[in-house]
């Protein structure tokens, strides 16, 4: 069984570096193109399943690579994004300058980040579990699908895949519309791609890891 996992287009957030969360924020015009594309390298492996964050950002990525493969979308609410609470609205640069001790927490030691309303990454690895074994479960080992979700779920699933711990956050990057391939045999996952972007073309990719 393969494991394409895709992360969603780009959005005008992803573009300002703006705390996206659980905020319902579309792709821009470069993000559908991009899904155009990632659909289009995705037909050589022939997947047979879409399953994808309900978030309209993912959901619209998934449902241009259905379109493409001819094949069946599912949402799962396992899948979307992360919760950032308070932050969710706010740039990079404000969220630094408003929550210095937080952000510094954030970025050498996510593990351990705590904001009122806002998940943490043991819920999220939790929830995104489920969502594993659910994909797991529904297509034995012979099936190959495509995952959509957001930067830190993909994050998550790959340190779940590995059987890494949630303090391994920063050393994987996904950038929009990536693709990355887990092979699984059964009981365990191995890595053959990841956050490949080679499709995009003259699109290109250059984002910061926040």
Not at 16 to 39: C, I, M, S, W, Y
Not at 72 to 101: C, H, Q, R
Not at 183 to 195: A, H, I, P, Q
Request: aromatic content about 10%; glycine content about 6%.
């Amino acid at each position: 069984m393969k494991i394409f996992l895709v992360r969603h287009g780009e959005t005008e957030w992803n573009k300002e570096e703006v705390f996206r969360g659980k905020v319902d924020v579309p792709l821009n015009d470069k993000g559908l193109d991009q899904a155009k594309k990632t659909g289009s390298y995705l037909v050589k492996f022939s997947p047979e399943k879409v399953y994808s964050s309900p978030l309209q950002r993912a959901r619209q990525t998934a449902s241009i690579i259905a379109e493409i493969n001819s094949i069946p979308l599912y949402l799962l609410d396992e899948l979307t994004d992360m919760s950032f609470g308070i932050w969710e609205g706010l740039s990079l640069n404000e969220v630094k300058t408003a929550y210095p001790l937080e952000f510094e927490i954030w970025k050498r030691c996510p593990e351990k980040w705590r904001m009122d309303g806002a998940e943490n990454l043991k819920k999220v690895r939790r929830r995104v579990s489920k969502a594993v074994e659910k994909i797991l479960k529904e297509n034995g080992h012979g099936k190959n699908v495509v995952l959509v979700t957001h930067r830190v779920i993909c994050k998550v699933i790959s340190l779940i895949f590995l059987g890494l711990p949630n303090s391994g956050f920063w050393r994987i990057k996904f950038d929009p519309a990536s693709v990355s391939i887990f092979e699984y045999d059964g009981s365990s996952f191995v890595t053959t791609l990841l956050n490949n972007t080679s499709h995009l073309d003259h699109l290109g990719v250059n984002y910061s890891d926040f």
